[in-house]
């Protein structure tokens, strides 16, 4: 099971780090995903990272904002948010996967979400 955590009510431009914490091990085959759902709208792939090598994904309204990074040593999933807007503004997941995937349903392993508001 992931925990996500970190949330937060920030202002435009400010940043924010969430956590993604891992209740047991994390294989190397495995990719963590962080996903985000504003209200009204589907779950939005945010970013990922495959255990073993490190490679990194971002979603294309991310990339150049957002870095996700990962502790093996605290089995954690990092998601660095910088020059937040208010349309990041979501409930934030992360789940774990086998492939380098940015659907949703290859992720499973859910946990509660981390809310993040972005006032303008």
């Known amino acids: 099971q992931l925990q996500a955590s970190g949330g937060g009510l920030v202002q435009s431009g400010d940043s924010l780090t969430l956590s993604c914490a891992a209740s047991?091990?994390?294989?190397?085959?495995?990719?963590v995903g962080w996903f985000r759902q504003a209200p009204g709208k589907e779950r939005e792939f945010v970013a990922a990272?495959?255990?073993?090598?490190?490679?990194?994904y971002y979603g294309d309204t991310v990339r150049g904002r957002f870095t996700i990074s990962k502790n093996s040593a605290e089995n954690t999933v990092y998601l660095q948010m910088n020059s937040l807007k208010p349309d990041d503004a979501a409930v934030y997941y992360c789940?774990?996967?086998?492939?380098?995937?940015?659907?949703?349903?290859?992720?499973?392993?859910w946990g509660q979400g981390t809310q993040v508001t972005v006032s303008s």
């Open positions: 990272i495959r255990w073993g090598s490190g490679i990194k």
């Open positions: 789940g774990r996967g086998t492939q380098a995937s940015t659907t949703e349903r290859d992720y499973n392993s």
């Open positions: 047991g091990r994390i294989y190397s085959s495995w990719v």
